[in-house]
C-alpha cells in the first residue's frame, strides 16, 4: 500500500452501473484514480481504489458524506482511508488459542520494533474466543470476544471493530476461523495468514499432522496474503525446518512454532515497509526496495546447497562445482 494514496473500498451486492457511479463521483472532485481492482465472488461485489486526492475540489468530511449517501442510494457500504491522517498504521491481531505468533507481535511492538519506521501500533486484539483475553490485558490491549463460544465468528462485530479501531492491517496470528468474503473483500491485500506447512503443500487444519502423515523430511511454514481461497493467498515468507526420524506431532509442532511467529513478523514489517507488491497473484520486492529479511531459507542453509551437477555444464570434478571456461 503507497501511503500518500487515498483507498477507497466498496462492499455490497453487484448491480449495473455501480463503478460507473462511484467513479463519476470521484471525477467530478477532481481524483485521480491511480489503481482500480475489483471482483465478485459469491455474489459480493468488491471494488478497491487507490486515488490520488492531492487536487480534491473539496473537503475530506464533504467527500466522505457524498460517497455515503451514495453507498446508501446503492445499498453498498463505501470506507474512505486517508494514510495520512496519522502515523501510526494499525494492526488489528486476531487470535484463537496459541500464543507464540500474537505474544511476537505485541513484543516487537512493545520494543518500537513492528515497524522499521516505529511508526505502527496494534491497537486492539480480536478473537473468536476468549483464551486469550489474559495476553491482550498483559501488554495493555483491549480485547474482544466474537466468538459464539464454539469458534464460530459475529462477523458484522468484527467488522464493527475493525471499522472502530480503524484498522489498516489484519495479522491472523493463529486464528483458527475461515474469514468470509465479507471481510476479504473489505480488507484483500491488508490480512496476512500464517499456516504451519510449506504452502501450497498441506493447506488446511492439522498441516503439522498432514506432514507427519506424508512422512517429510522438511516441513515449514508460510505468512501470506489471505484470498477467499483457502490458503492460496500470495505466499510472502517461509521458513523450512527437518523432521526427524519417527518424530511425533507434537516434536514437529515445537520445532515449527518459533518459526512461526517469527515469519509472520517478518511478513507485517515487509507489508508495513512498503517494500512488496503482488503481481499476477505473485509476491515481488518492490524495485529498489533494500529490505532486512530472509523470505526463505537461512543464510547458512543457502551456503549448504550443492551448487553441481547442473545441465549443460562441465564439472570440476576436484572442487565439486561447475569449472570456469574462461
Given at each position: 500500500m503507497t501511503r500518500e494514496l487515498t483507498e477507497i473500498t466498496v462492499v455490497g451486492g453487484d448491480k449495473t452501473g455501480l463503478i460507473a457511479r462511484v467513479t463519476s463521483l470521484l471525477f467530478e472532485r477532481s481524483i485521480n484514480i491511480e489503481d482500480l481492482d475489483q471482483a465478485v465472488r459469491d455474489g459480493v461485489f468488491r471494488m478497491t481504489m487507490r486515488v490520488d486526492a492531492a487536487d480534491l475540489d473539496t473537503s475530506r468530511g464533504e467527500l466522505r458524506r457524498a460517497l455515503a449517501e451514495l453507498g446508501r442510494e446503492l445499498d453498498v457500504d463505501i470506507q474512505v482511508r486517508f494514510p495520512s491522517d496519522r502515523s501510526a498504521r494499525r494492526i488489528a491481531l486476531l487470535v484463537t488459542k496459541e500464543t507464540h505468533a500474537p505474544e511476537a507481535l505485541l513484543d516487537a511492538e512493545a520494543a518500537g520494533e513492528l515497524a522499521a519506521d516505529g511508526e505502527a501500533e496494534i491497537p486492539v486484539v480480536i478473537g473468536n474466543r476468549g483464551d486469550l483475553r489474559s495476553l491482550a490485558e498483559r501488554y495493555d490491549k483491549p480485547f474482544y470476544d466474537v466468538g459464539d463460544g464454539k469458534g464460530n465468528t459475529d462477523e458484522k462485530r468484527l467488522l464493527d471493530?475493525?471499522?472502530?479501531?480503524?484498522?489498516?492491517?489484519?495479522?491472523?496470528?493463529?486464528?483458527?476461523?475461515?474469514?468470509?468474503?465479507?471481510?476479504?473483500?473489505?480488507?484483500?491485500?491488508?490480512?496476512?495468514?500464517?499456516?504451519?506447512?510449506?504452502?501450497?503443500?498441506f493447506p488446511g487444519a492439522e498441516a503439522y499432522r498432514q506432514a507427519k502423515d506424508a512422512g517429510v523430511r522438511i516441513a515449514g511454514v508460510t505468512a501470506h496474503y489471505v484470498t477467499t481461497d483457502l490458503d492460496q493467498g500470495p505466499v510472502i515468507a517461509q521458513r523450512a525446518f527437518d523432521v526427524p526420524d519417527g518424530a511425533s506431532v507434537e516434536e514437529i509442532?515445537?520445532?515449527?512454532?518459533?518459526?512461526?511467529?517469527?515469519?509472520?513478523?517478518?511478513?507485517?514489517?515487509?507489508?508495513?515497509?512498503?517494500?512488496?507488491?503482488?503481481?499476477?497473484?505473485?509476491?515481488?520486492?518492490?524495485?529498489?526496495?533494500?529490505?532486512?529479511?530472509?523470505?526463505?531459507?537461512?543464510?547458512?542453509?543457502?551456503?549448504?546447497?550443492?551448487?553441481?551437477?547442473?545441465?549443460?555444464?562441465?564439472?570440476?570434478?576436484?572442487?565439486?562445482?561447475?569449472?570456469?571456461?574462461?
Open positions: 471493530l475493525l471499522a472502530e479501531y480503524e484498522v489498516d492491517l489484519l495479522a491472523l496470528a493463529r486464528y483458527m476461523r475461515i474469514l468470509s468474503p465479507e471481510v476479504v473483500f473489505r480488507y484483500e491485500g491488508r490480512i496476512i495468514n500464517v499456516h504451519p506447512s510449506l504452502l501450497p503443500a509442532k515445537r520445532r515449527g512454532q518459533p518459526l512461526e511467529a517469527e515469519v509472520l513478523l517478518e511478513a507485517v514489517r515487509l507489508h508495513l515497509a512498503d517494500a512488496i507488491a503482488v503481481h499476477r497473484g505473485t509476491v515481488h520486492l518492490r524495485e529498489g526496495v533494500e529490505v532486512d529479511a530472509q523470505l526463505g531459507l537461512s543464510k547458512a542453509a543457502r551456503e549448504v546447497n550443492p551448487e553441481s551437477p547442473v545441465d549443460g555444464e562441465p564439472l570440476d570434478r576436484h572442487r565439486r562445482t561447475p569449472a570456469n571456461t574462461d
